[in-house]
């Protein structure tokens, strides 16, 4: 760590300063965890990579700046990137804008609209493990074969798209999210080609949406009113490119990090197998353990945080996983225990952009460990295989699984 600098053009840094470029960074075991040691500290450090920008690193902290939308703007995604071209909707948006989608986006994702979903999912969810054990192969990969194409086919019920185009969906959240091009350049042609395809997709369903309504969530944001006016096509293709990009791959990846766990826990596995009500609770612990998320915020007036000086315009960063593996927070934080009670963890968020589909991705978790265990109880990783993780949200590109089979 080097010295606290003052920064003539930027903010009057007091808190430490590192070098460190996350983008590349490769920890020796996986990704959680890994800032526990800037934590033991300062809440907060400033991060000369890229353009320069701040990363709060503890419960208390992530929690104070979440809570603090009129300091902390979301039309960023990334620190490094402060002034995006995108606008995706509702995630970068602030204020009255933000609250009038929210307010009526909320009934489409309440308890009680994702509990009618249950037995649907509960359906996909088995088909999709049978395919699996219809091969009679004893093996097969958890990401490929059900951790992503389990979300994306609810993805596909609820926009309203055909089931038969999971394949092609699959595909191009691989090619987004997971890309394995070495080549960082080539690999943003392709995300970004790929994105145009997913649009081209979405501006076809919103022109058929405007002529012959149907119920699902596009045709229900086409009555939405901002401002007294309806929403435009740009702004709702800009809301279900977000809806892709917040709702595929964060459930297919806490899915493969859960499995991961309980692979290598055979005793937690016994235990949510005799006693399946233990599996909300598990999945709290999942979402906690294996938060996968790492929002940012443009600072928007000079303000101090934990001690931290910040100018307006400057960048901020905060892994969730830091939060929840935070000592002060959670007693034996690193520790997985599928037993934890008074879990407050803030693996999706806080505030007024906390994740607008938490229920649906609960549900969702809680299925597809339910109906995977009733089918296939014992298994473990592939021996030998070696983890890779990727991706814009932390996840294994692969996890091979086996069994004996029956
Ligand atoms: C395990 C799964 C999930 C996790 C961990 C997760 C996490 C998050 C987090 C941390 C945020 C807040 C980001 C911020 O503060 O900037 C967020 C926002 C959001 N999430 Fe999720 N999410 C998950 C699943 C889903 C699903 C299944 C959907 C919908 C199908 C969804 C839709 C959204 C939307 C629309 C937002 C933006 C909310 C707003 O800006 O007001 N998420 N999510």
């Not at 991060?47 to 039309?75: D, R, W």
Request: charged share 25%; glycine share 6%.
């Amino acid at each position: 760590m080097t010295q606290p600098r003052v920064d003539g053009d930027k903010s009057a840094v007091t808190c430490p300063v590192r070098d460190f470029n996350y983008t590349d960074y490769k920890p020796a075991g996986t990704w959680f965890g890994i800032y526990d040691k800037f934590a033991e500290e300062s809440p907060i450090y400033r991060n000369e990579f890229g353009p320069g920008f701040f990363t709060a690193v503890t419960y208390e902290g992530i929690l104070e700046i979440l809570q603090h939308p009129e300091t902390f703007s979301n039309s960023v995604v990334t620190p490094l990137d402060p002034d995006p071209q995108v606008k995706w909707i509702p995630e970068m948006l602030d204020g009255a804008e933000h609250a009038q989608w929210r307010r009526q986006l909320a009934p489409l994702f309440a308890p009680k609209t994702t509990e009618k979903l249950e037995e649907k999912m509960r359906h996909r969810a088995g088909e999709l493990i049978d395919d699996i054990l219809a091969k009679n192969t004893g093996k097969c990969d958890l990401i490929a074969d059900f951790a992503q194409r389990f979300p994306t086919t609810i993805f596909l019920e609820l926009m309203g798209l055909p089931v038969d185009e999971l394949d092609q969906f699959t595909e191009w959240e691989d090619a987004i999210m997971h890309s394995t091009i070495a080549d960082m350049e080539e690999r943003n042609r392709v995300a970004g080609a790929t994105m145009m395809a997913v649009m081209g997709r979405f501006s076809t369903i919103i022109a058929e949406r405007r002529v012959t309504p149907q119920d699902d969530i596009i045709s229900k944001a086409l009555e939405f009113r901002i401002d007294g006016e309806p929403v435009s096509d740009a702004d709702l293709l800009s809301f279900c490119l977000l809806m892709f990009m917040a709702g595929l791959d964060t459930v297919s990846v806490t899915l493969g990090w859960s499995f991961y766990h309980l692979a290598n826990h055979p005793e937690d596995r016994a235990e949510i197998i005799v006693n399946p009500d233990l599996i909300p609770s598990a999945v709290e612990e999942f979402l906690r353990a294996f938060a996968i998320i790492v929002p940012a915020r443009k600072v928007v007036t000079d303000t101090v945080v934990q001690g931290c000086p910040m100018k307006a315009g400057d960048m901020i960063n905060f892994p969730l996983s830091a939060a929840n593996r935070d000592e002060a927070a959670f007693h034996e934080a690193a520790k997985v225990d599928i037993y934890r009670t008074g879990n407050n963890h803030v693996a999706f968020g806080a505030g007024p952009h906390r994740c607008l589909g938490s229920h649906l991705a609960r549900r969702e978790l809680r299925i597809a460990l339910e109906e995977w265990h009733k089918r296939i109880p014992n298994y473990r990783i592939t021996p030998g295989t070696e983890l890779v993780e990727t991706g814009a949200q932390i996840g294994l590109t692969s996890l091979p699984l086996e069994w004996d089979p029956a």
